[in-house]
Nanobody, 126 residues
Framework: QVQLVESGGGLVQAGGSLRLSCSPSGRTFSSYVVGWFRQAPGKEREFVACITGSGGRTYTADSVKGRFTISRDNAKNTVYLQMNSLKPEDTAVYYC???????????????????WGQGTQVTVSS
C-alpha cells in the first residue's frame, strides 16, 4: 500500500503562487505515474496535470495550461505542482494520485489511479 502525503496548500490572493508537493511514505516514486486532481464544493473531481515516472512526459489540463506546471525530483522522491497566476476559480481541495507504470503512459481520469493522498486545501481570494 502506498500512502501519499500532500503539502503546500493555503490561502493566497488572486494572482499569487503556491507550490504543492506530493511524496509517498516508505516507497520510491520513480516507477509511478503521478497525477494532480482538484475538487471544489459541489463539483466533480477534475484532472489538473500528470507526469510519467521518469518525468519525461507531462500533460496539463487546458483550464490551467500556462499557469500550472507539474514536475518531479526523483532524488527527493517528490512531485510538485507549481501554481502561478492563481484565480478564485482555482479554489479547491487538491489531491495527488499515483499508479505504477514503468513506461510512458499518462492517465487522466480518477479511476485510473490506485493510490490517493488526503488532499490539501487551496483557497484563492479575489
Amino acid at each position: 500500500q502506498v500512502q501519499l502525503v500532500e503539502s503546500g496548500g493555503g490561502l493566497v490572493q488572486a494572482g499569487g503562487s503556491l507550490r504543492l508537493s506530493c511524496s509517498p511514505s516508505g516507497r520510491t516514486f520513480s516507477s509511478y505515474v503521478v497525477g494532480w486532481f482538484r475538487q471544489a464544493p459541489g463539483k466533480e473531481r477534475e484532472f489538473v496535470a500528470c507526469i510519467t515516472g521518469s518525468g519525461g512526459r507531462t500533460y496539463t489540463a487546458d483550464s490551467v495550461k500556462g499557469r500550472f506546471t507539474i514536475s518531479r525530483d526523483n532524488a527527493k522522491n517528490t512531485v510538485y505542482l507549481q501554481m502561478n497566476s492563481l484565480k478564485p476559480e482555482d479554489t479547491a481541495v487538491y489531491y495527488c494520485a499515483a499508479r505504477v507504470d514503468y513506461g510512458y503512459s499518462l492517465y487522466y481520469t480518477p479511476n485510473e489511479y490506485h493510490y490517493w493522498g488526503q488532499g490539501t486545501q487551496v483557497t484563492v481570494s479575489s
